[in-house]
DNA sequence: TAAAAAACAAGCAAGTTTGTTTGATTGTTT
DNA sequence: AAACAATCAAACAAACTTGCTTGTTTTTTA
């Protein structure tokens, strides 16, 4: 009662059918995973204790050590959450766009820049800065984030190659993709520089008047070689 | 006796003259700015206890709190202790290359680059992140930060005009100065990536070819507006 | 040289956080 | 209905960190 007058977990909760239980509990489990999250973007990963993660959740401290033994265990689950939303998240970002089959335009690239930076403006990329700042230090952490943050960047690319068919066979694809990527990484970090939206703003319209240049003379030395052939 | 030879603090004590203890105190002082510094790089900001740093500055935690009376203090101080660290670095770093009054060449430009790579690997530029990690959750900490970081990255930006005064009338100065600086940020802060060493050198390459071109343009059409008076 | 000031060492008390236990309540499944 | 799973509440000890306090030593000054 006073639980979920306090934060009202079951959002939608389903009727009571068979196997509702499960569900419970995986909704429990999603409510301190996302309390979790919430606590870093607001006090950071070390602040974040069990009690406020509980209190956040809306569920007992108890409750909580019954999901998960540990404060380790929670923030390993946060991990493996934060890797498919953020995935989950890129995909939905996407979906708003239909790129034409045919060649890029300005518009079309100028577009993709600003929403890569839009993604890392997102709560999820702040509370998953918070961890990987986290693992530096901390080898348990560590030992965990390293291969979930390689997944991440392959399928983010692979995600990426089939998003814009257009750079597929460009072999300047990756390194591309990772000017685009360092750079928003560097930026959205940045946030006590002195007019920072004005800077940002005028490296986004040089990045994206970089990206098409790229784009051209990729596209160019490809028709030579095919009519070299 | 335990302690000068548990750290070896007095590096070069002078002799015993008059006002000897000012010296003396504020090379205790260093050395805990400097074990504060080394513990943020070990173990991270959050985990940095005051005990730590007193073992790792070889001086008790007594003494300790007579140079600083809190933790924060501590902190705050490091953060000053940096400021300068770091502005010092990047003066020795940019005395080893004296660039030629003449015009910029592919060399001049891919050298700085590599400069500015060196830069965000130097111990001095993880602590710093660290402390500015830290300060995005607390106030107190980022009200100190927040005008520090300000105050370097606007003599930063002077100390490369001065350094490079090919590029100091060029109204594509600033842009180009942020777009390297945010990149070398999220290069550097990009620890897990797969490949990262490959990917990164790519990138720089790419990056000073699109400098080149900055460069070239920005000098083309200032010869062009010359020539038009 | 004697007094004052600065630097240092060691230990203690209060507050936090974690992980654990114990026991009760509520809801689900068979 | 009985067995079971999930939740909740409260309290506990152990470990840790911080700030303070009490002396001791060293250096400067009068």
């Known amino acids: 009662m006073a639980r979920t007058s306090s934060k009202e977990v079951?959002?939608?909760?389903?009727k009571r059918e068979a196997g509702w239980q499960a569900e419970k509990s995986a909704m429990t489990r999603t409510a301190i995973l996302d309390a979790a999250m919430t606590c870093f973007?607001?006090?950071?990963?070390?602040?974040?204790?069990?009690?406020l993660i509980a209190n956040h959740a809306g569920v007992s401290r108890g409750a909580?050590?019954?999901?998960?033994?540990?404060?380790?265990?929670?923030?390993k689950a946060?991990?493996?959450?934060?890797h498919e939303l953020r995935l989950k998240e890129y995909l939905e970002l996407?979906?708003?766009?239909?790129?034409?089959?045919?060649?890029?335009?300005?518009k079309d690239i100028?577009?993709?820049?600003?929403?890569?930076?839009?993604?890392?403006?997102?709560?999820?990329?702040?509370?998953?800065?918070?961890?990987?700042?986290?693992?530096?230090?901390?080898?348990e952490l560590k030992a965990v984030m390293e291969p979930?943050?390689?997944?991440?960047?392959?399928?983010?690319?692979?995600?990426?190659k089939s998003v814009f068919p257009h750079w597929q066979k460009l072999p300047a694809l990756?390194?591309?993709?990772?000017?685009?990527?360092?750079?928003?990484?560097?930026?959205?970090?940045?946030?006590?520089?002195?007019?920072?939206n004005a800077r940002v703003k005028k490296v986004i319209d040089y990045l994206a008047l970089i990206l098409m240049e790229i784009y051209d003379e990729s596209i160019e030395s490809r028709l030579g070689d095919e009519s070299a052939k």
Chains 1, 2 share one sequence.
């Open 148 to 160: 979930v943050e390689k997944d991440f960047e392959k399928q983010f690319l692979q995600m990426a």
């Open 41 to 51: 973007i607001e006090i950071g990963y070390a602040n974040t204790t069990t009690a």
């Open 94 to 106: 996407m979906a708003d766009i239909d790129m034409p089959d045919a060649q890029l335009t300005n």
């Open 64 to 75: 909580m050590m019954h999901h998960f033994p540990s404060r380790m265990s929670v923030m």
């Open 174 to 196: 990756e390194p591309a993709h990772d000017l685009v990527q360092f750079l928003m990484k560097g930026m959205a970090l940045s946030q006590m520089s002195t007019r920072r």
């Open 78 to 82: 946060v991990i493996a959450y934060l």
């Open 110 to 139: 100028r577009n993709s820049v600003e929403m890569a930076w839009n993604y890392v403006n997102m709560p999820s990329f702040i509370a998953y800065q918070e961890l990987l700042g986290a693992s530096r230090t901390d080898p």
């Open 10 to 14: 079951a959002a939608k909760a389903p």
